[in-house]
Antibody, heavy 119, light 107 residues
């Protein structure tokens, strides 16, 4: 069974940093591209970042480019999102999602972790 | 950048009825790379439909997708109580974009 479990969310002040993690199990992690997708409270879904299976290709939404860094450790079956210079508008539930065969089609999602940016 | 517009914003129906949800794209969606997701309160989205009309693993056949180019439709043939949720369309393949969602509520 595919499982994705996010952690690392919490309350942080504007300008601060946070590192999210996603632990994967139930599939060959090193064979799949992975993604972060976020959802602000009461709002819709927004793709944040993607990383290919070997970390060769990395993409970011314009809204986070230069502030967020995606990475992965295939030996640990883990995905990460380093978030710096956080803003109030980054407040959201952050989901880890697997690429489902086609690029940026999200076939499995974690339960999400809430990031709140507030003073 | 493709913009996806879903309609209606809210759809009020009763169990047993047929639901038709629409997703319009500002530009043609290449290769019909259009997906539909279902999201219930407090839960992560779940993939229902990909490639505009293919059901994801384990999705009941009352869910169907259709369309191409700029106009896409998700149809739920006979609503079950567990189908009341928010539905999002998404263009994938490059520059991913989501629609703003349609809330399907019990009438």
């Amino acid at each position: 069974e595919v499982q994705l479990v996010e952690s690392g969310g919490g309350l942080v002040k504007p300008g601060g940093s946070l590192r999210l993690s996603c632990a994967a199990s139930g599939f060959t992690f090193s064979s799949y591209s992975m993604n972060w997708v976020r959802q602000a409270p009461g709002k819709g879904l927004e793709w944040v970042s993607s990383i290919s299976s070997s970390s060769s290709y990395i993409y970011y939404a314009d809204s986070v480019k230069g502030r967020f860094t995606i990475s992965r450790d295939n030996a640990k079956n883990s995905l990460y999102l380093q978030m710096n210079s956080l803003r109030a508008e980054d407040t959201a539930v952050y989901y880890c999602a697997r690429d489902g065969g086609e690029e940026l089609l999200f076939d499995y999602w974690g339960q999400g972790t809430l990031v709140t940016v507030s003073s | 950048e493709i913009v996806l517009t879903q309609s209606p914003a809210t759809l009020s129906l009763s169990p047993g009825e047929r639901a038709t949800l629409s997703c319009g794209a500002s530009q043609s969606v290449s290769s019909s790379y259009l997906a539909w997701y279902q999201q219930k309160p407090g839960l992560a989205p779940r993939l229902l439909i990909y490639d505009a009309s293919s059901r994801a693993t384990g999705i009941p056949d009352r869910f169907s997708g259709s369309g191409s180019g700029t106009d896409f439709t998700l149809t739920i043939s006979r609503l079950e109580p567990e189908d009341f949720a928010v539905y999002y369309c998404q263009q994938y393949g490059s520059s991913p974009a989501f629609g703003q969602g349609t809330k399907l509520e019990i009438k």
